[in-house]
């Protein structure tokens, strides 16, 4: 698998576990505690991981000769909607002046960014059990 590929779907799958911790912290505010500090982080990071995860996974199916190619086209589209539903929750999250646990656990929820790390979970699997790319002897 695509080594761009594993770090974006590191990035959102250790945010997902952040926000877990933080959700259950019970904080009123991200402000005055070292997580509170981190939360705007690990969001944004995510925004910067999905914002361009369908075209990584577009490339992959080329470069690494995926097939049936139509197949892979076909849900890397549910991915990229999956992820652009996620963005839009997560950048309604990150322009709140407060972000509390209760408003992270929220988001933990919605059906938008587990669809969106089921997605992953699925397409990490598949790719890691496609064969290495054979190499051009020379």
Aim: proline residues 4%; negative net charge; glycine residues 4%.
């Amino acid at each position: 698998m695509s080594t761009d590929i594993q770090e974006r779907c590191d990035t959102i799958e250790e945010c997902y576990e952040f926000m877990l911790a933080y959700a259950a912290q019970g904080l009123p505010s991200d402000a005055a505690s070292a997580s509170g500090g981190e939360i705007r982080e690990y969001l944004r990071r995510v925004v910067a991981a999905a914002n361009g995860l369908a075209r990584s996974l577009s490339v992959a199916v080329k470069q690494d000769n995926l097939e049936p190619a139509d197949r892979y086209r076909a849900f890397f589209q549910v991915v990229a909607r999956d992820a652009s539903d996620s963005l839009a929750a997560i950048q309604l999250v990150l322009a709140q002046p407060i972000i509390s646990s209760q408003l992270i656990d929220n988001l933990n929820a919605s059906i938008h960014l587990r669809a969106l790390l089921t997605d992953l979970f699925l397409v990490s699997e598949i790719l890691k059990a496609q064969p290495a790319p054979a190499r051009p002897v020379g």
